[in-house]
């Protein structure tokens, strides 16, 4: 019972961390840029797709690497060539132009790499246990994952708060026109921020594509919780994505664990609902059925009851 409590909380951490390196480029981006990207997840999967294809060549770590950089140079191209223009049009615009994107890259992947999964694994020299307890073993590849989660919330925060390149981003949020008044070119700061965002995203898609599965479908699995997550810690707020990120994690990954209902857990206390009674039927789902439903059921809550979220300052 402990050893699987133990390896449960382990998980969701891990589960976590990965919706965090994929909600903190979401989270800079509408944090610097107030745009909300609908495509994001679709970075997330072409950095999966590009890691696979570089290390067919050269090897995880190169592709480690330039992956996200290929990302970003997309990124980039997207909001100097796309949302730039249709920014003038207002955010409706902007949404729709993004909700577009995640078709236009979902077919050019099927183009490029078909629509079967690719054979893209965990590179050999992390292929190992890192540890054991109890009885089962825990990869090296987690604990990488969870290393390189940490140190990029770390830089990321020390990026924006610590140095006057994060002064200068958040500044040309709120004050673009006195931002661009001391010399500092705002159009090209947010090709910046949007390319470091989608970097992000690719990021996650270079450690997650091996652990997970590369194929076409990864993005839908992926978009819809990730802006749960990022509603619900807060927009803009990246540490509120952080705490978002890990709560949503963890209630998934012990949710999916229990073979319980509402029922039995309220038996335990003296009550007992019969199958029949009014809505027996749904006090008797087990909780790894509701599980994949709670997080929108968190979100439907933060809406109603703090629609700025967790930690956010600005108003969904």
Known sequence: ???????????????????????????????????????HASFYMLGAYFAYQISVYAGFWPALFLAPLAVALVGAATEKWGLRQVHQHGHVAELLFTFGLVYVIEEVVHLIWGRNPVNYHVPPSLDFTLFTLYTTDFPAYRGFMLLVAVVMFVGIFLLLTRTRVGQIVQASLSHPDMVGALGHNVPRIFTLVFAFGTALAGLAGVIAGNYFITEPGMAWAMGPIVFVVVVFGGLGSLTGALIGSLIIGLIQTFAVQMNYSIADLLSGIGLSIPQDAFLGTIWHLDLSRVGPMLPFLLLVLMLIFRPRGLMGTRET
């Open 1 to 39: 019972m402990l050893e699987s409590f133990v390896f449960t909380v382990f998980n969701g951490v891990l589960y976590g961390m990965l919706l965090f390196m994929l909600a903190s480029g979401l989270t800079l981006i509408f944090g610097m840029m107030g745009v909300l990207n609908f495509a």
